[in-house]
């Protein structure tokens, strides 16, 4: 595109003319934010669930123990239950 034409184009549409906008005086607007109550119950519970081990360390080490003294005996048939159980359980 050759200059001259995009002058004569710009003239035509008056794109060169910047109009200065004046900023309002008075105008007053603030955003604001409101966390509904549901938000604020899922807040602390989400902090809760932050401050509680994953891991119950009570349990391990009580089946640590049984382990080792060769009192801790689980039947195959419960083993498969439970898998069956938690299988159906998913889908």
Avoid: C, W
């Avoid at 050759?2 to 794109?15: C, E, P, W």
């Avoid at 994953?54 to 801790?72: H, L």
Wanted: zero cysteines; charged letters at 30%; proline letters at 1%.
């Amino acid at each position: 595109m050759r200059i001259d034409a995009f002058n004569k184009v710009s003239q035509l549409y008056k794109t060169n003319n910047v109009k200065s906008t004046a900023k309002s005086k008075g105008a007053s607007f603030s955003d604001s934010l409101e966390i509904s109550q549901t938000g604020k119950d899922f807040q602390v519970a989400k902090q809760i669930l932050a401050r509680t081990p994953d891991v119950r360390e009570t349990k391990i080490n009580d089946i640590k123990q049984r382990m080792e003294s060769g009192a801790y005996h689980v039947s195959i048939q419960d083993v498969a239950d439970k898998l069956v159980d938690e299988y159906f359980e998913t889908i």
